[in-house]
């Protein structure tokens, strides 16, 4: 039997193991410091408390991490069981162990949110659903995590709850519930950081409470402990290397047999036999070069049987996500059959951080990952992982390279997504930044519009606060009710820098708030409308056959346009008084259709812009003619007693009158004018006459923004020819309306006179 004292010293050595003598020193003075604090207290699993520091402590050890975190290790669980001493960790041990033993505790507090109020999904699309939200989680974990360090502490914890629970058998439903978010949660976890020591220990020790039975029967026909396959891998890459040396090729050879796990999970995958399995026992092989793979492939064949069937080139036939590799099966000397791959530097590489990683295809499916941002962190965090290993062994520089790495996992966060909660637990994504604002609106547009208050964490926090990773969020909202029915919806303050982060958010700020606007309009045009009925004594007349009389669809759209003013009331008492066959008379028609002349226009002394080469301060005109507009070619006739009249260049009555008298001839061009400045300009429509074609033209001035002050209308042989007299900004104005007449149902030609 082991004593107490001689356990002590085993947790001793195998947490100083990596660190420098100063750094051992100071884990060793923690673990002095808590001894007293634990004796004779159980954490919440029922396990000693300071068995369960150690076991975390020690396995973060073997991880190769650096003194704070085995620190941290020791001490996160004083938050539980000594607050009042907790309170003093930062004074005693330093603000950095104090934020690594507070970012712990934030994810154990996840643990006791998740595990206690998980929200049930229902419906057809339950399973997707929680795969999001198991997604979402993961994801949280490290968001949350300011420093990485935190999730290798959790990660650790969770394998002691685990062993805890195995070595007293405690197959019971809490342990069910550890066993199943562990699969769930911290399982893939670990997977995804590249955490192999505690990604099989997870797995397999969850499997074991979830599926007793099946655990119990895949361990039996493993039929040897797993010390004793271990050690025939061992013996294999012994004999391996050997015969590769004989042959003076290097190469990296390392492996472990599949866990009880991953047997079970490839034979559900692939419907297959434990007797069918070929890879229980595999190890990898890692050279220079491809020549390299394929001289190593024929060693490992000439020193052991090969299975033929079992022969996968993926290097000459790569896979679909671009996976290169070397497979084989082979039959050792005893009859137990042998996995090998064989791959480059390059291909390892691809295979660990690339569209073809391991840690993604393996969970998601296949190689199209949609996350690809957060994949590439991840990879990141991965290779910071990998190289730590790599230079734990160092003895030169140790100390430098120590606290490089420490700075680098620092800084390597999740920083641009935050992840909070419902009160229910639903794990909710939003941009970084985010106020309670986006938070009700990712609810639901709803929950938003009546939003009136908000509780983080319980406590009332102002609408424009911002929120953080991992607090429960709860909307206190209105009453219900529509924007037709008035009710009371969001504030403009809204819209104001600082109180939403997400532009999904304040385009449904602004989509509430155009709909009181048009609510407003809907409620004006109608109330215009109804007066007119009134005055005209057709108050039983039918709203639907009126708007579709007037070519509306239906009557809100008619309210709508009257409401905006871009459809006059005196073509509503028209159709009231008219039948649908009967023209209505020309100067009816100049009543629906001209309006006064803009203050703006030429015609009403705004000015022209008309400038007169050579000469200032004399007085122009635009020839009533012509009606020239910019940017026309014009050129200008000195009048008697009436300054100089502007006409175009291609005028016939300039040409004449140049003819007459070329000495009163005078350059000009167009100078600047006012930005609102309109030129009365005479347009000529022909077409074939037809039931509503005055009404589509002057919807297209209306559309076009063209104000109308003449027209007028001759109706012979079936064709009409129409003149109207519209003010424009320029000639660009002109031809889009031109062009958009000229489509207009009926219309032969249309043109400016």
């Not at 700075?407 to 641009?416: G, M, Q, W, Y």
């Not at 122009?620 to 070619?633: E, H, I, S």
Request: glycine letters at 6%; one cysteine or more; charged letters at 25%.
């Amino acid at each position: 039997m082991v004593s107490i004292a001689s356990a002590q010293t085993t947790a001793e050595v195998q947490l100083s193991t990596g660190l420098t003598e100063e750094d051992a020193a100071r884990v060793l003075d923690v673990l002095t410091f808590v001894e007293p604090l634990y004796a004779s207290k159980t954490v919440a699993t029922g396990q000693a408390a300071l068995d369960y520091v150690l076991s975390v402590a020690t396995t973060l050890a073997l991880l190769n991490t650096d003194a704070d975190t085995r620190i941290a290790g020791l001490l996160f669980a004083l938050f539980i069981l000594e607050p009042n001493i907790a309170d003093s960790i930062e004074a005693q041990f330093g603000k950095e162990v104090f934020d690594l033993v507070m970012g712990i505790r934030q994810l154990m507090r996840l643990h006791e949110n998740t595990l206690l109020q998980q929200e049930v999904s229902r419906g057809k699309n339950a399973a997707q659903q929680a795969s999001l939200q198991l997604e979402t989680l993961r994801k949280m974990l490290l968001a949350m995590a300011v420093d990485i360090r935190v999730v290798l502490v959790r990660l650790a914890s969770r394998v002691s709850t685990l062993r805890y629970f195995a070595e007293r058998k405690l197959e019971e439903p809490r342990s069910y519930q550890y066993a199943r978010e562990t699969l769930d949660l911290y399982a893939p976890l670990a997977n995804r950081l590249g955490i192999w020591q505690l990604k099989w220990e997870l797995e397999d020790l969850s499997f074991r409470f979830i599926e007793p039975a099946t655990y119990k029967r895949i361990a039996k026909m493993l039929e040897e402990k797993r010390l004793e396959r271990e050690s025939f891998v061992e013996a294999a890459i012994a004999r391996l290397k050997f015969e590769m040396s004989a042959a003076d090729i290097k190469a990296e050879v390392f492996g472990r047999p599949k866990h009880i796990y991953s047997i079970w999970n490839k034979m559900r995958g692939k419907s297959i036999e434990f007797s069918e399995l070929n890879d229980v026992r595999a190890f990898r092989v890692i050279v220079d070069d491809v020549k390299t793979c394929y001289a190593v492939l024929g060693i490992i064949h000439h020193i052991w049987t090969p299975i033929p069937k079992e022969f996968d080139d993926y290097i000459s036939r790569p896979k679909a996500n671009g996976y290169q590799s070397l497979h084989t099966v082979v039959v050792a000397e005893d009859g137990r059959a042998l996995e090998v791959q064989i791959r480059t530097h390059e291909m390892h590489y691809f295979a660990e951080y690339g569209v073809a990683a391991h840690w993604r295809y393996k969970e998601v499916g296949g190689s199209n990952f949609s996350a690809q941002k957060y994949d590439e962190k991840i990879a990141w965090l991965r290779q910071l992982l990998a190289w730590k290993s790599e230079v734990a062994d160092a003895v030169v520089e140790r100390e430098e390279l120590q606290r490089e790495w420490v700075e680098k996992l620092k800084s390597a966060t999740l920083d641009d997504r935050i992840y909070v909660m419902t009160p229910q637990a639903r794990v909710i994504e939003l941009p970084n930044g985010a106020t309670p604002i986006d938070f009700a609106y990712h609810l639901h547009s709803d929950v938003g519009h009546r939003c009136r208050g908000a509780r983080i964490d319980g406590a009332m926090v102002p609408l424009n606060t911002v929120l953080k990773n991992g607090q429960t969020v709860e909307i206190i909202t209105a009453k219900g009710g529509s924007v037709a029915a008035g009710a009371a919806g969001p504030s403009r303050d809204w819209l104001s820098p600082g109180y939403a982060a997400s532009p999904r958010t304040r385009a449904k700020v602004r989509a509430w708030f155009n709909a009181i606007v048009q609510q407003e309009t809907l409620s004006t045009g109608r109330g215009m409308i109804e007066k007119t009925l009134q005055r005209e004594g057709k108050t039983s007349v039918n709203l639907e056959d009126l708007a579709q009389k007037l070519g509306f669809a239906k009557p809100d759209d008619l309210f709508l346009s009257v409401g905006k003013e871009e459809f006059g009331l005196r073509a509503v008492e028209l159709a009231l008084h008219s039948d649908d066959t009967t023209r209505p008379p020309v100067n009816e028609v100049e009543a629906l259709l001209t309006r006064k002349s803009r203050n703006s226009s030429v015609t009403q002394g705004a000015k022209s812009g008309v400038l007169v080469v050579g000469t200032d301060g004399l007085m122009t005109q635009l020839a009533r003619c012509c009606k020239p507009a910019p940017p026309d070619a014009i050129s200008g006739f000195v009048t008697r007693g009436k300054g100089v009249s502007i006409h175009r260049a291609s005028c016939k009555n300039l040409t004449e009158m140049s003819r007459l008298a070329p000495e009163r001839l005078i350059d000009t061009q167009w100078g600047k004018s006012g930005a609102d400045t309109v030129y009365p300009v005479d347009i000529f429509v022909l077409a074939q006459d037809r039931q509503g074609l005055l009404r589509d033209i002057s919807e297209i001035f209306l559309r076009e923004k063209i104000n109308v002050i003449g027209v007028s209308s001759q109706s012979m042989k079936s064709q009409a020819r129409m003149t109207f007299t519209a003010e424009i900004g320029s000639t660009e104005q002109l031809i889009k309306a031109l062009n958009v007449i000229r489509e207009v149902n009926g219309v032969i030609d249309a043109r400016r006179q």
